[in-house]
């Protein structure tokens, strides 16, 4: 008998939404998707042509989907605002859940999707950070483990987009969380993963300009911003996040230990091609941060699946997913007043008077 | 009603072949795996654990594979020395044939399997070379195709392997056709892309040494060697072939054009880590061809499933798997002899007395 | 008749001094260095041996020295304390200054330097910050002056120097003013070359750790310190200053415009070399900052030279020296006060209580 | 007293011969120049511009010269042709010499100069082959003597300089010996260096084209050609020579051993700047050979007037600078011929009928 494989349904067929419904239909030879849904005729009518000649049931309705027959999981693509309430019902079907990040832009939200998985341990919930599933990602990881550069002190790590003048990120802004929260989310739960999960803020700081879209200032956000964090227990994380890069994604990580040091991309690449022209040698570099992560996506998705089957662990923590928007929130907070914030040894907020 | 799936069978299972079974089992949405042969019970004890299971029928007789119902094609991934008498066995009976390199190392044997394809025009045979199918070298072909180095002049390309002390590749020499044969055959078929295919060489050198594995001298076979091939157009290659490299894979290809230059792996990398140290900063590199080129097989499999389905042209024509084979065994001879070859311009070999 | 030289004196023969003395000797074909003094016996000794023989006079006494016949300029290489001291002296023999950075690790005491300096503008009075005249610095402002990267946004600059364990910077942290006035005042001038030099700052911040040189904690100094600086017209600095380098010295610099951006050094190397070995490839790091910048202390003694003999504006304004340290100081109060600091559009510094 | 300094004239003042004066004049401590010669009016002018104010004497007449006062050296940089003629002159009068590459095209000629030399061992007659004095080749070489790769097999090197439009190198063709004396000498006197000077070749193959300055035709030269030189001691070297780079000076050499491999310029680069714009990332690379090894000259300088002030042995041997020539001969006869040359072990050539 041919082994079980999950059942999978996908939600959202968006940006995001439609990479994860074809990984989990042609590239997770573990997984099976069974069911697909989106609100958008659209997007519904991508699903008609890509995913339905394939087995795939299509709902315009995601309660209706969750009850499709043997459903075993949901990958969650939608837009960010309906995350929290899908993954919640989910849970409530007793479906594992992948969610695209983050689970809100509201901690509030974020904790009450934490809970909901507190209380269904036998599910697997995950909140995807998709570098964390990178083969160099993942090689970092390993050296740091082995001891090669001593005690992680510093991480530097920044997530810099190609600069999309079309006016996306200004109305999107308005809904994003802000910069900090929207990109350097990944670099702060890159921090969480080197540093390890416990580390506790001790003091917070960011400045940031408006370079290139004026239109952000409406919504108080910045195409450009600089953020420090520091930590209790002596490791200090910076950051920096840009929509203005002029040659594509750079999205490049430093960890600075006492005994050596890891960059990881920090020569970015869309190939091994070198051109050699009147002008010099040039590279190119990937537009998208799907030309540089699209294996971890599909990595992500047959890990996560393994879990389910095999019920292991997960490779990252629900909660870790929350303090990772906290954390970005906060950076969000201090650049946008302009003030520092300060935090106490167990992670208590010091309010300026008290300073 | 789904889409037709390609029925496809694999023959061989060991090295090359297990991993062709798997990724048109899993990584080749428009295939379908439906049955693999070996002749070798410790192969098909893997077939039992990794390919039975997902309705992958086992065969130890590959005349009965071939009579599996429904089956459109066959990857082979055997021994050379039978590639083309099942080459020719699957054409006969219908079927689309995609075979790893090479056809044969005797190029009379190459020439019958090309002639029994032609009789077939309408079954899809291909030979793989699979670095066609690298990400690299097709963005570095566009740029060529572009103008962006205006009339490719030179190329130099090498096919250097990390070494392996176990002493397998001494007894594989003794049919392996030599390193010409075996490791630059895949810079010739390159040369044949970016040059064209209707080159014609002029004269062939070739110098080789044994620096690392004396056994090697009982087949007349080098584990380093040189070699240059001039084609009448004005236009020349050259190969350097080793197993000696302490560091990894290190596939290197150069095409240079009267007005630029394109390289393809000359930095090679087993990740985007960097690591930094007491002795300086350090970066892996794979330590296997697969290492560098999984995705391009993987690819291959792909377009060949597409090419059959739709009808659509090979992505390369069959005659240049047996052209990038005789001129590997050119060189191989002027390896072994020390003596040029000299050819006159229709690509006639011109004997020593008459030059 | 031979052109004129310029007649120069070495103040003081240490680790720096020695340097300045050797290329005004021998690498500046413009000057003559016909005098050196130091206080101590041993840099004398070293200076009877490699200086004299040359016909330089030897001094231990700075008065006597600037008393020497025909002398027209004095290089400053003495320690930091005296620098501003030796400096007013040599004007006031009307004497050329080039003084090793910084002026003062105080700001009243180098702006008395300046004030000295403007009341005699015929003298050539410089503060040398090296890096301006290191070639790829250049290549990178004429880049940026030529406009290709749009207008210049954000500058990350970093100085890390190799670690050294032997306790020096312990002892050193006692009168250098802090890590972010001994290293990071020379990407704070850095940023004032590629900024403009009137950017006024807006907000600084600034985290630190120790890591490896717990001495340190007594000089209340860090080895390892993030700042940013946000200034008034829309542009951002961020630094990185370590002492805990394993791999060597690593003095990087971006320069992030509106539309492109430039990189320095970003992957440093001691020479051409890479070298291939069972652990990957390897390239060795400059161990100090003389292995990365000797040349461009070179230009700087020559391009100092032109401006005496040629009375020719310098490249760089004496003024900026007081404003690059300033600001470190105010990271560095940032750093040990844990508080942002603040300024208006004036660059007033407004106290925490108005905010 | 001041230590003696070496007494130097220089003899022509053109592309190369300037650039040693200048070195001698401003950046060899320990030399002075004290005359120059030219044959030609206009490099005269530029001497009574830039040397003869400095108190160098000028002179029209190269035996004239030779009579100045005191001299103890001579650094010949005037017309291949001349070359040896005034080396031996020199040497006549007990003169010290430098020469630059080669000592002559015809290889009877330069053993002359070998011949006169080893009359006169108290005199150092070197002939400058730069690359043993760049940074990064001794680095390389070192790292070959200490081991790191274990036993020297393969050398490929390549001098590939920028495409000049000018048909300068068409008409110097005339009298340049052909590119593989002109360029590939360097690479051979590299191997000479990694291989040890004692090497045999067994034989040398040489394929070439006339890609982008069909003049070259009329004079049996080449802009691109590709050779091979077996050793008999088990070791070959392959080598590139081009005229027709887009982007600069690209002298690239590999150095592989049993154990280890060693690169050196493998990246060209012109400062440590990348440009990132929106066509990718870019870094410039030198124009010219000049702007590769300028410092090398300069340690040339340097080395030569050590071991002349101080009696010590040069770093390389005359003979080598015969050596590297009379295999460059061979290559370009090979190339022109399209004829394998072959060798016994004692180096004595082999007649083709005898084969």
Redesign the interface.
């Known amino acids: ?3 079980k494989k999950l059942q999978v349904a996908a939600a959202g067929l968006g940006r995001m939404g439609h990479r994860h419904a074809l990984n989990f ?3 997770t ?1 573990r997984a099976e998707l069974v069911a697909a849904f989106s609100p958008d005729p659209a997007e519904l009518q991508w699903g008609k042509q890509h995913l339905e ?3 795939v049931t299509l709902y315009d309705n995601y309660d209706k989907m969750l009850e499709h027959q043997g459903l075993d999981a949901v990958v969650i693509g939608t837009a960010t605002s309906v995350h929290a309430e899908e993954a919640i019902k989910a849970m409530e079907k007793n479906l594992h859940v992948l969610c695209e990040k983050p689970l809100s832009t509201s901690i509030e939200v974020c904790k009450e999707v934490v809970e909901a998985a507190k209380k269904r341990p036998h599910l697997k919930v995950m909140c995807g950070f998709s570098r964390r599933f990178d ?2 990602y993942r ?2 990881y390993n ?1 740091v483990e082995q001891g ?2 001593g ?1 992680p ?2 991480v ?1 790590s920044q997530t810099c987009d190609k600069h999309d003048p079309s006016g996306f990120f200004v109305a999107y802004a308005a809904w994003s969380g802000g910069v900090f929260v929207d990109m350097s989310v990944h670099d702060i739960d890159l921090t969480l993963w080197f540093f390890g999960d416990d580390v506790v803020p001790k ?1 917070i ?8 879209q004026p239109g952000l200032k409406q919504h108080k956000d910045y195409d ?1 911003a ?1 953020g ?1 964090v ?1 930590f209790w227990n ?3 994380a ?1 950051y ?1 996040c ?1 929509r ?5 994604q ?1 999205d490049v990580t430093e960890i ?1 230990g ?11 690449q ?16 990937p537009a998208h941060y799907y030309g540089r992560f699209e294996m971890a996506f599909v990595r992500e998705a047959n890990e996560f699946t393994d879990a389910c089957l095999d019920n292991t662990p997960l490779p990252m923590k629900l909660r870790n997913a929350v303090k990772a928007v906290e954390i970005g929130a906060w950076l969000q907070e201090a650049l946008v007043t ?3 914030i ?1 935090f106490d040894e167990t992670g208590k907020r010091i309010e300026k008077a008290s ?1």
Do not use: C, W
């Not at 006492?258 to 970015?268: A, I």
């Not at 050699?276 to 570099?285: A, F, L, N």
């Open positions: 008998m041919a082994p239909l042609n590239r030879p000649p394939f087995g083969d160099s090689d970092a050296k090669l550069i005690r002190t510093i530097r003091s700081s960011a400045h940031g300009v408006v370079a290139v450009n600089v420090i520091e002596g490791k200090i910076h920096y840009s203005m890069m002029a040659h594509g750079e600075i006492t005994e050596g040091k890891l960059s990881v991309n920090l020569n970015p869309n190939s091994l091609v070198n051109y050699y022209h009147s002008g010099g040698i040039t590279r190119e570099v302009g003030k520092q300060h300073l």
